[in-house]
């Protein structure tokens, strides 16, 4: 009886299903990390849409020294919650070019360098939030270079409209 015959069918199925395996792996490797970058890219745009509707930088671009205790403290209050909110989703991002983090980081600082600017300047917090602004938005733009699917607005320029229940 001839032995090389089923050894030989043996190693061929075994080797054919090595093959299948590793392909069905490597298939749903990429369909994961696709997923992946759609969600990335999607907590990108859901940061720029919290950026275009921030009060904090509605001031208009010819705004002077301001004097009110309580929209500084709001303002920078909302700065430091973007700085956090932009902190975390840099460590969630895996996928997304590392320009991508790179970018994200730098608003990160430039956010930071806004709160030092007040502590010791604080009546030109509406200047410098203005400069922020400004400075948000390139980076945005450098982020839509990074994934075109990204879309960019100034930040503070989206306000919804007023809700008809709210009109008197």
């Known amino acids: 009886m001839e032995w090389t015959g089923p050894v030989i069918d043996l190693v061929v199925g075994l080797v054919a299903a090595a093959a299948g395996v590793f392909m069905g792996l490597r298939a749903d490797r990429h369909i994961e990390r696709r997923r992946q970058r759609r969600r990335e890219t999607l907590l ?85 939030l203005v400069r922020l602004r400004d ?10 270079d990074i994934v075109p699917e990204l879309n960019v607005l100034v930040p503070g320029s989206w306000t919804p409209r007023e809700p008809e229940w709210l009109t008197l």
């Open 135 to 144: 400075r948000l938005y390139v980076s945005g733009l450098a982020l839509k």
């Open 44 to 128: 990108v745009q859901a940061l720029l849409n919290r950026l275009a509707s921030r009060r904090a930088f509605s001031h208009s671009a010819d705004v002077g020294l301001v004097d009110d205790e309580e929209d500084r403290r709001r303002c920078n209050g909302s700065v430091l919650d973007l700085r956090d909110r932009i902190a975390g989703l840099c460590d969630q991002i895996e996928e997304l070019d590392g320009a991508v983090v790179k970018a994200l980081r730098q608003m990160e600082a430039d956010c930071a360098a806004y709160l030092n600017h007040v502590d010791v300047h604080e009546t030109r917090y509406a200047i410098a």
